[in-house]
T-cell receptor
Framework: AQSVTQLGSHVSVSEGALVLLRCNYSSSVPPYLFWYVQYPNQGLQLLLK??????LVKGINGFEAEFKKSETSFHLTKPSAHMSDAAEYFCAVSDAGNQFYFGTGTSLTVIP | ETGVTQSPTHLIKTRGQQVTLRCSSQ?????VSWYQQALGQGPQFIFQYYREEENGRGNFPPRFSGLQFPNYSSELNVNALELDDSALYLC????????????FGSGTQLSVL
């Protein structure tokens, strides 16, 4: 069975500070991993995805994530937070079947 | 290239009623998935349709049903609405394959009173 756990339902950072959102996964097969962002009253938008190529994945808006198999982690980072980064972030795993399993989300607040 | 569109954006129903939600997939996509997102939770997989056939289902009762049409648009039907069905319903389209990224619509906010 596939699942993801997002540590920290709420994260606050100062504008310009490092953003680190944590995701650990459980998968019985090599996983496909994703980070999505959701702005208020909108659907989910893909930030980046890992599909067994490079372990460091670069996404949109300056975000990146590193796949660490030994730690079963796929944490999302951004060197310098911007006010526009305030949103809900979801980690998801897929087993290349037809179902995505989403975490419960992390709400990012950026303090000016 | 058109994105995923869902209608209506908001809906209010009473317990026991039936509801139909609609989704137009992104151009070039043949797979549609439906997700339920309760307040404060991540999206939960309801089912997926590929070439007009159900191609996987999550842990939802049979009163949740769907259709996919030849143009790859889709409907989600929910019968005998319950209060717990109140949620944001998200439609996502993709090319076939779980490793393909999902493109989400903005969702339909369903309130059951």
């Amino acid at each position: 069975a596939q699942s993801v756990t997002q540590l920290g339902s709420h994260v606050s950072v100062s504008e310009g500070a490092l953003v680190l959102l944590r995701c650990n996964y459980s998968s019985s097969v090599p996983p496909y991993l994703f980070w999505y962002v959701q702005y208020p009253n909108q659907g989910l938008q893909l930030l980046l995805k890992y599909t067994s190529a490079a372990t460091l994945v670069k996404g949109i808006n300056g975000f990146e994530a590193e796949f660490k198999k030994s730690e079963t982690s796929f944490h999302l980072t951004k060197p310098s937070a911007h006010m526009s980064d305030a949103a809900e972030y979801f980690c998801a795993v897929s087993d290349a079947g037809n179902q995505f399993y989403f975490g419960t989300g992390t709400s990012l607040t950026v303090i000016p | 290239e058109t994105g995923v569109t869902q209608s209506p954006t908001h809906l209010i129903k009473t317990r026991g009623q039936q509801v139909t939600l609609r989704c137009s997939s992104q151009s070039g996509h043949n797979t549609v998935s439906w997700y339920q997102q309760a307040l404060g939770q991540g999206p939960q997989f309801i089912f997926q349709y590929y070439r007009e056939e159900e191609n996987g289902r999550g842990n939802f009762p049979p009163r949740f049903s769907g259709l996919q049409f030849p143009n790859y648009s889709s409907e989600l039907n929910v019968n005998a609405l319950e209060l717990d069905d109140s949620a944001l319903y998200l439609c996502a389209s993709s090319r076939q394959g779980g490793y393909e990224k999902l493109f989400f619509g903005s969702g339909t906010q369903l309130s059951v009173l």
